[in-house]
T-cell receptor, first 109, second 112 residues
Framework: AQRVTQPEKLLSVFKGAPVELKCNYSYSGSPELFWYVQYSRQRLQLLLRHISRESIKGFTADLNKGETSFHLKKPFAQEEDSAMYYCALLDTGRRALTFGSGTRLQVQP | DADVTQTPRNRITKTGKRIMLECSQTKGHDRMYWYRQDPGLGLQLIYYSFDVKDINKGEISDGYSVSRQAQAKFSLSLESAIPNQTALYFC???????????FGPGTRLTVL
């Protein structure tokens, strides 16, 4: 069965500090991975997906198949980055997502 | 704006009651999903539908049923609510051939 693990429930950093939100997955096939974000009082929305290889709002994530990881990184955190972040793995049969339990990022001034 | 809406946004009900949560979308997407979120956990798939005539169970479908009344509407029913169904429920949509999902605002359900 596929699984997504986000080991940190809370990550607190100061403004300007680097951020790394960890995500590990378990999947027998070729994974398709996503990061979703939920800002306060907003709905869950896509931040980025690995096949796009984009940088969104300064965030990047690299798929490491050897370590089965898809960590989300940003070199300099901003206060507006404070939110709940979810890593998700696509079930290619159902085209549905398996989510990790989420990490709350707090960026302090 | 094309959107995904859920009604009600909050609901308190009693054990044994039948309750329906509704999801509507104006995005024109074929695929619709219902997820459940419990505190401290990720979202878990309850049911999904690829079109009006296609309904499929997810990992936690026991105690739930769904109806896809039209392309734009996908309802989730709890036939006889129980307290451990207290959770946040999310509807999502996606286009056929694309895997980005668009989420509704969620329905907070409390079963007493």
């Amino acid at each position: 069965a596929q699984r997504v693990t986000q080991p940190e429930k809370l990550l607190s950093v100061f403004k300007g500090a680097p951020v790394e939100l960890k995500c590990n997955y378990s999947y027998s096939g070729s994974p398709e991975l996503f990061w979703y974000v939920q800002y306060s009082r907003q709905r869950l929305q896509l931040l980025l997906r690995h096949i796009s290889r984009e940088s969104i709002k300064g965030f990047t994530a690299d798929l490491n198949k050897g370590e089965t990881s898809f960590h989300l990184k940003k070199p300099f955190a901003q206060e507006e980055d404070s939110a709940m972040y979810y890593c998700a793995l696509l079930d290619t049969g159902r085209r549905a997502l398996t989510f990790g339990s989420g990490t709350r990022l707090q960026v302090q001034p | 704006d094309a959107d995904v809406t859920q009604t009600p946004r909050n609901r308190i009900t009693k054990t044994g009651k039948r309750i329906m949560l509704e999801c509507s979308q104006t995005k024109g997407h074929d695929r619709m999903y219902w997820y459940r979120q419990d505190p401290g956990l990720g979202l878990q798939l309850i049911y999904y539908s690829f079109d009006v005539k296609d309904i499929n169970k997810g990992e936690i479908s026991d105690g739930y049923s769904v109806s896809r009344q039209a392309q734009a509407k996908f309802s989730l029913s709890l036939e006889s609510a129980i307290p451990n169904q207290t959770a946040l429920y999310f509807c999502a949509t996606s286009e056929a051939g694309a895997d980005t999902q668009y989420f509704g605002p969620g329905t907070r359900l409390t079963v007493l």
